[in-house]
Every structure is written in C-alpha cells, then in structure tokens.
Nanobody, 115 residues
Framework: QVQLVESGGGLVQAGGSLRLSCVAS????????MGWYRQAPGKQRELVAT???????NYADSVKGRFTISNDSAKNTVYLQMNSLKPEDTAVYYC?????????WGQGTQVTVSS
C-alpha cells in the first residue's frame, strides 16, 4: 500500500507559478514511476508529467518547457513546478505512483488559473 498526499494547489493569475508537492508513505526509491495527472471539468484525466525510478521524465506536449517534475528522496516527495500558467491549466491535479504493478492516487489538489 502507498498513500500519497498532495499539497500546493491554489488560485493564481495567468503567467504565474505554483509548485505542487506529493509526499509518499514509503521510500520513493522503491516506486517504479511517479507523476502527476490532471482532470478538468467535463474532461478525462490526462497525463501531465512522470518520473521513473531511473530518472527518466515524460511530459505532456501542452506543458513542455513550462512544467518541471523532480523529486527529493530524503523527503519521499515528488514536486511539480508549474511556470507560465495558463487558464487551460485549470484542473484538479492528482499525484500518481506505480508500485509493484499497481496504481495509486492521491486525493487531488485544485489548481485554478485566472485570466
């Protein structure tokens, strides 16, 4: 079992920045892949960014060059630094972990970008 707790969401103006944090209940060294997904109202959940145990990253085209995923193993935490935010980035952001071939999700944190 893995518990994931997100924080850092909020309301920001277009062009602003936010940093999301996700704390895992186990060592992230043992998690195959972690990342962030988001779901806007009326839309399907979509991948934002992922980071594998080998430190390989993957980003959605819509966030490349603006968002950066990173981790701090000492804190069992994964971050999503979001810069140059746009109104279309508004969504609930979910932390994700792939651990022993099972998917785990956090409770989500709301990000709202005003124009």
């Amino acid at each position: 079992q893995v518990q994931l707790v997100e924080s850092g969401g909020g309301l920001v103006q277009a062009g602003g920045s936010l940093r999301l944090s996700c704390v895992a209940s186990i060592s992230i060294f043992s998690i195959n892949r972690m990342g962030w997904y988001r779901q806007a109202p009326g839309k399907q959940r979509e991948l934002v960014a992922t980071l594998t145990i080998s430190r390989s990253t993957n980003y959605a085209d819509s966030v490349k060059g603006r968002f950066t995923i990173s981790n701090d193993s000492a804190k069992n935490t994964v971050y999503l630094q979001m810069n140059s935010l746009k109104p279309e980035d508004t969504a609930v952001y979910y932390c994700y972990a792939d651990y022993i071939r099972r998917d785990y999700w956090g409770q989500g944190t709301q990000v709202t970008v005003s124009s």
